[in-house]
């Protein structure tokens, strides 16, 4: 099993930042893949970002290329989402989530599916 942890989410202006951090715990060898995704309420899930854990490789939604970065700190089995440039429609709950192999779906970052997931934190930005 694995657990991941989020931290990192507030409340800030638009124009500010905010760094996301996901600490995964236990069985982490079995992760291929961490990836980030968003839950507003009366709005689809998306799928913000992902990254292998054993390559370079990374993916974003449009919505976020060029303000959102994901990276990670292997030797502390953390993942990290850099997000820069925020605007009230980056309000949300930002989900970690981490698959055995896959983090992309139909061609898009996974919203669901994944073999684990955090607990959610919340990211507030006002106008």
């Known amino acids: 099993q694995v657990q991941l942890a989020e931290s990192g989410g507030g409340s800030v202006q638009a124009g500010g930042s905010l760094r996301l951090s996901c600490a995964a715990s236990g069985r982490t060898v079995t992760i291929g893949c961490m990836g980030w995704f968003r839950q507003t309420a009366g709005k689809e899930r998306e799928g913000v970002a992902m990254?292998?854990?054993?390559?370079?490789?990374?993916n974003y939604a449009d919505s976020v290329k060029g303000r959102f970065t994901i990276s990670q700190d292997s030797a502390k089995n953390t993942v990290f989402l850099q997000m820069n440039s925020l605007n009230p429609e980056d309000t949300a709950m930002y989900y970690c989530?981490?698959?055995?192999?896959?983090?992309?779906?139909?061609?898009?970052?996974?919203?669901?599916?994944?073999?684990?997931r955090g607990q959610g934190t919340q990211v507030t930005v006002s106008s």
């Open positions: 990254l292998y854990t054993r390559s370079e490789y990374r």
């Open positions: 989530a981490a698959h055995r192999s896959s983090c992309v779906s139909g061609g898009s970052i996974r919203t669901d599916g994944y073999d684990y």
